[in-house]
């Protein structure tokens, strides 16, 4: 079985076919976008940084690697969650993860990117 690509985008980007099975990685609906723009194959909400980590991430900007140490707990703990998304990617050549975040890399896409590489 070959290995999935996963890439992380901004939401706002245009739609692209290479996009493959598109994952919004955000707790909360973007703003501005329709559920037809936004051609999401999924949304589990469990499987994002809770409320209290996202606020607290923008209150600690400079602190990624706490951050990102943090949000692997969260994770830990939503593992039926995130054998969801592992099962459902299994088979995708190709998952986009989306997010609204102003930065084109955001580390919670990151953190869960690097994750379902590592163990897909």
Do not use: C
């Amino acid at each position: 079985m070959a290995k999935v690509m996963i890439k992380i985008k901004r939401i706002y980007e245009d739609y692209s076919k290479t996009d493959g099975y598109r994952i919004l990685v955000d707790r909360l609906w973007p703003r501005g976008i329709t559920k037809e723009r936004a051609k999401i194959d999924l949304w589990i909400k469990e499987i994002t940084p809770s409320n209290d980590l996202r606020k607290w991430y923008h209150d600690n900007i400079e602190k990624r690697e706490q951050f990102q140490k943090k949000y692997l707990v969260e994770i830990e703990k939503n593992s039926d969650s995130f054998n969801e998304i592992k099962k459902i990617i299994n088979d995708k050549k190709t998952v986009t993860l989306l997010s609204a975040s102003k930065d084109p890399k955001p580390i919670h896409a990151i953190v869960l990117q690097k994750t379902l590489t590592y163990k897909s």
